[in-house]
């Protein structure tokens, strides 16, 4: 399904940029429009993938934790245990709308570099004929440095990503041990208890 879908977009994008203007055309950003289309058409297959293994199998695995907290261990361990995935899912999404402009000006600067490199090879007599070849590669180099720095800028931001989400995590874990512990002194959960909770945890 996700090579026929891939298929299908691939064509219609190109259908449709075959039938822009001519002017249009003349700007002469081939690369660009390569690049656009070829990203665009495994892109999807992409999103498919990641809904139909990574979000909703982790969406279930959820849904039943909460449900064997609520049964197992008494109210207070299920409100630390939804309150910590509340505030994930908000940390998460904060950050990665944060991300998204970062992924945007990554995805930008890499067509650019490629649309100078396409074009400048697809008139390559003209460029001879001008003798630009230094300006041609000045300009490609501007711009993979361009697309350097905003690579690093989103890894960057993917590890502060990952730091907050793992923070989140262990501050949970932190609230429901201390939880165990209070009713382990209260007497309401013998050694066992305690235990099975600590294990349940890992």
């Given amino acids: 399904m996700a090579a026929t879908a891939e298929i299908s977009i691939a064509h219609d994008v190109y259908d449709h940029i075959q039938r822009m ?3 249009y055309h003349l700007s002469r950003e081939t690369g660009k429009i390569i690049r656009i289309v070829s990203r ?3 892109s999807f297959s992409s999103v498919l993938r990641m809904l139909t293994f990574n979000i909703f199998p982790i969406f279930v695995e959820v849904c039943l934790v909460l449900i064997v907290f609520a049964y197992l261990f008494p109210w207070q361990f299920s409100v630390a245990q939804f309150c910590a995935l509340t505030i994930y899912v908000a940390v ?3 950050l990665t709308e944060r991300r998204a402009k970062g992924f945007k000006a990554k995805q930008q600067a890499d067509n650019n570099y490629n649309t100078k490199a396409t074009d400048s090879l697809l008139n390559f007599e003209t460029v001879k004929y001008f003798n630009a070849e230094k300006h041609e590669e000045d300009r490609f180099e501007k711009a993979l440095h361009a697309y350097k720095m905003e690579s690093i800028k989103v890894s960057k931001s993917l590890v502060g990503l990952n730091n907050s989400q793992s923070l989140v995590i262990n501050c949970g874990l932190l609230v429901t041990l201390a939880l165990a512990y209070y ?4 007497d309401i959960f013998n050694v066992g208890d305690f235990v099975m909770f600590v294990n349940y945890n890992q």
């Fill in 92 to 94: 998460t999404y904060v």
């Fill in 183 to 186: 009713f382990f002194l209260q």
């Fill in 40 to 42: 665009g058409a495994q």
């Fill in 21 to 23: 203007s001519l002017a």
